[in-house]
């Protein structure tokens, strides 16, 4: 046959088939929020390249807080509208649920992200160099440590301002995460915001080769991760012919009506589905710093500029936390007695693992580090109990936490030495004496990750307990409140050092920042008092986006 007919052939046969392809139908107004995000993020990469240096960080500034306060607002919109309740659905042709705990969980990125991008704008903690004010980040990335090109950086007064925009791409991807309907659009949403953590690692002022050995780890365990998550997601395809959750989701509890022919010979073969769901939730559970998957958070958290640790503590845990329930509760409840297990044992190990070590650490950002692996472990038990209760005390718990985190890391900005933060643990004895409204901030912080009553940390513990409780996991309970009594040890010991220790005469001070960090500081101390002291509207607002649509 010649080549102009089998040309012809297809052509014909071409010709059959465009008239059944349908155009794609999306809502963008339900997806408003993350598009809002992207798009600002877009600008900022423009404004890199157009805005003069003097302006950009103003620029920048302004573009990323009117971003996430409109998206914020959008969020609110939708839920006002019913999409978290009775309009709940699934959108942009089956890759986006927006539902309750979607919402909800994009209303926490969204705040938690914009107090993060008020302590990246903060610029009056060091002193100022060669008559510039200076920021938590390097002069120009691109420079080698040490070297002149550096040195000619910080002289001519450069800012990194690139951080803003790679916030937001970050919160872009997170937004999509907790949302994510099929396997695909999860793996994306992963890398989206997995690739901006990683650049914002290594870009501190101060310590920079230990920054960026930080960024290295995490870039080298999450490039792993990562590839496991898409190994599991390969072979959950192969189990069901489908990436989309619904579709896993029918062939896992055999309600699936039809089988492709070509798929016939794997299709509900369970070990390719056991095999395929632990790898997903394996990368899922690297998101969350849970152990055995855990290494990488201490030198991460130690390493990465300290407002960069404290929006990675408080906004990848909540997106990482809602992608695991949305998995576990809407692709998987077919296969709960075999997951259970296996997140008992992972939870138990995490709570036990994070607080223990936790005790023996002399740093104060390591000490937070391993106190966000004790608390990926309480929120587990939440995650544990397979309940309506379950999915809303999580949310609850995730809101509450990640204000109390963002301060926490906001206020160990604050207490400097002659080489920037003073981040040993033994540089802040006294400092109850020296500066008592700092410490008595950073009390409040160190009680509520404690879970002492009358803190957000006690409603959201108390929530998370009391689900696991009546969904069977009474001993998961037990090991629970044990590990929060070893976790409180080391939070109290801070407390003491700070308020009954003598000061050093030649300990740190105590910078005073601009508004922007103070606004941090107060919403972190505003809600975990509110949520502390009358948490029941939160409660009743997590019980009612506590309901996944399928």
């Given amino acids: 046959m010649s080549a102009s007919a089998v040309h012809s052939l297809w052509t014909t046969a071409a010709a059959d088939q465009i008239d059944k392809i349908d155009a794609p139908d999306i809502e963008y107004g339900q997806l408003s929020p993350t598009l809002i995000v992207i798009g600002a993020a877009v600008i900022g990469v423009l404004i890199e390249a157009f805005v003069p240096r003097k ?42 649920a927006v539902d309750g705990p979607a919402l909800f969980l994009q209303g926490t990125i969204l705040l938690t992200g914009l107090v993060a991008i008020f302590t990246f704008a903060e610029r009056r903690l060091d002193p100022e160099a060669h008559g510039n004010r200076v920021d938590s980040f390097v002069a120009q990335a691109g420079a080698v440590p040490g070297s ?31 949302a994510a309907n099929d396997l695909l659009t999860l793996f994306i949403a992963l890398e989206v915001f997995s690739l901006p953590l990683y650049l914002l690692c290594a870009l501190a002022r101060r310590k920079r080769l230990m920054s960026q050995e930080a960024a290295v780890k995490y870039f080298l365990l999450g490039a792993f991760a990562s590839a496991f998550t898409l190994f599991g997601i390969a072979l959950l395809y192969g189990y069901a012919g489908s990436v989309s959750y619904a579709k896993i989701a029918s062939v896992v509890d055999g309600s ?132 309506e209760d379950g999915v809303s005390s999580v949310l609850f718990y995730l809101g509450a936490y990640s204000f109390v985190t963002i301060g926490a890391f906001a206020v160990v900005t604050l207490v400097r030495d002659a080489g920037g933060e003073a981040t040993h643990l033994s540089k802040w004895a006294g400092l109850g004496r020296r500066s008592p409204l700092v410490a008595a901030v950073f009390a409040i912080f160190l009680l509520a990750f404690a879970g ?96 996944f649509v399928r």
């Fill in 452 to 547: 002492i009553p009358l803190t957000s940390g006690f409603a959201g513990k108390f929530a998370v307990f009391k689900a696991a409780a009546e969904g069977g996991a009474g001993p998961l309970v037990v090991i629970g409140v044990l590990s929060s009594a070893v976790a409180a040890f080391f939070y109290i010991r801070v407390i003491v050092l700070m308020f009954f220790s003598e000061p050093k005469a030649d300990g740190p001070t105590v910078a005073v920042p601009s508004p922007l960090t103070m606004a941090a500081i107060g919403m972190g101390v505003a809600v975990t008092l509110v949520l502390g002291v009358a948490p029941q509207y939160f409660l009743d607002l997590a019980n009612q986006a506590g309901v």
């Fill in 148 to 178: 002149e090109s550096e040195q000619a950086a910080t002289k001519a007064g450069f800012t990194t301002t690139e951080v803003f925009p790679l916030a937001l791409f970050a919160i872009g991807g997170m937004l999509v995460f907790p």
């Fill in 256 to 387: 699936v009506k039809t089988v492709d022919p070509a798929l016939a010979g794997t299709m509900g073969n369970d070990a390719l589905l056991l095999v395929g769901a632990a790898l997903v939730v394996m990368g899922l559970l690297f998101k969350v710093g849970a152990v055995p998957f855990h290494m990488w958070t201490p030198d991460v958290y130690q390493g990465a500029p300290t407002p960069v640790t404290g929006f990675m503590a408080a906004a990848t845990k909540v997106a990482a936390f809602g992608a695991l329930l949305r998995l576990l509760y809407v692709v998987l409840p077919g296969m709960r007695w075999d997951w259970r297990p296996v997140m008992w044992g992972v939870a138990v190990i995490t709570m036990l693992g994070g607080a223990i070590v936790a005790i023996t650490q002399t740093d104060i950002k390591r000490l937070l580090a391993y106190s966000s692996i004790a608390h990926a472990g309480f929120i587990l038990a939440g995650v544990i109990a397979t309940s």
């Fill in 55 to 96: 302006s950009r960080y103003y620029t920048q500034v302004f573009v990323s807080v009117v971003a996430l306060a409109a998206a914020f607002a959008a969020v609110v919109g939708l839920a006002a509208r019913g999409f978290g309740t009775t309009k709940a659905h699934i959108a942009a042709m089956g890759a986006i």
